[in-house]
């Protein structure tokens, strides 16, 4: 049963950098593409962006300017960076595989990044 | 940039009834659309794919319908654990992947 567990500090300053990992088991990281999304309380879902396994991204137009994924094959990790954080990005943050059609089959239980000095 | 908009934003129905909720694009999208099933406290949870696809595993009384601009999700014979807020999905405007804004379902 593929498996994604989100990981990061849950507290992040202002105009810091925003780091999280998603780590896969029970797949191989190299076999799918995988995306972010995220959900300020009480709000709706917004997509990321997304990283194949080769590297490639799509991005979010409305984040690209500060977001930057990855992946690590050896760690069968993938990882997101949002630069410049304000407290607009306080969200929980799902990280998700994704299948062809952009479905998001599998997805992690979410992590809560407060933005906040 | 395709707007999506969902009708209602809630809905209280009873345990049995059959429920619908109307996903709308503000310009053609084929079947690019998807519905996520999200729970308190959880992650979002794939039901339908390709607006009709019901996804391996999720219950029959689950049902989309619709292409293009239009769209509908139903649930027949609405149970205690469909307690949930429900979002529509599209990606036929790429990269810009948009969810809409979610209908929340509570049971009377």
């Known amino acids: 049963q593929v498996q994604l567990q989100e990981s990061g500090p849950g507290l992040v300053k202002p105009s810091e950098t925003l780091s999280l990992t998603c780590t896969v088991s029970?797949?191989?990281?190299?076999?799918?593409?995988w995306s972010w999304i995220r959900q300020p309380a009480g709000k709706g879902l917004e997509w990321i962006g997304r990283?194949?396994?080769?590297?490639?991204?799509k991005y979010n137009p409305s984040l690209k300017s500060r977001v930057t994924m990855s992946v690590d094959r050896s760690k069968n990790q993938f990882s997101l960076k949002l630069d410049s954080v304000s407290a607009a990005d306080t969200a929980v943050y799902y990280c998700?595989?994704?299948?062809?059609?952009?479905?998001?089959?599998?997805w992690g239980r979410g992590t809560l990044v407060t933005v906040s000095s | 940039d395709i707007q999506m908009t969902q009708s209602p934003s809630s809905l209280s129905a009873s345990v049995g009834d059959s429920v619908t909720i109307t996903c709308q694009a503000s310009?053609?999208?084929?079947?690019?659309l998807h519905w996520y099933q999200q729970k308190p406290g959880k992650a979002p949870k794939l039901l339908i794919h390709?607006?009709?696809n019901v996804e391996t595993g999720v219950p029959a009384r689950f049902r989309g319908r619709g292409s293009g601009t239009s769209f509908t999700f139903s649930i027949r014979s609405l149970q205690p654990e469909d307690v949930a807020t429900y979002y529509c999905?599209?990606?036929?405007?790429?990269?810009?992947?948009?969810f809409g804004p979610g209908t929340k379902v509570d049971i009377k």
């Open positions: 998700a595989r994704d299948r062809g059609r952009w479905v998001s089959d599998y």
């Open positions: 029970g797949g191989s990281i190299s076999d799918h593409s």
């Open positions: 990283v194949y396994a080769s590297g490639t991204t």
């Open positions: 310009q053609d999208i084929g079947t690019n």
């Open positions: 390709d607006a009709i």
């Open positions: 999905q599209q990606f036929d405007d790429l990269p810009r992947v948009t």
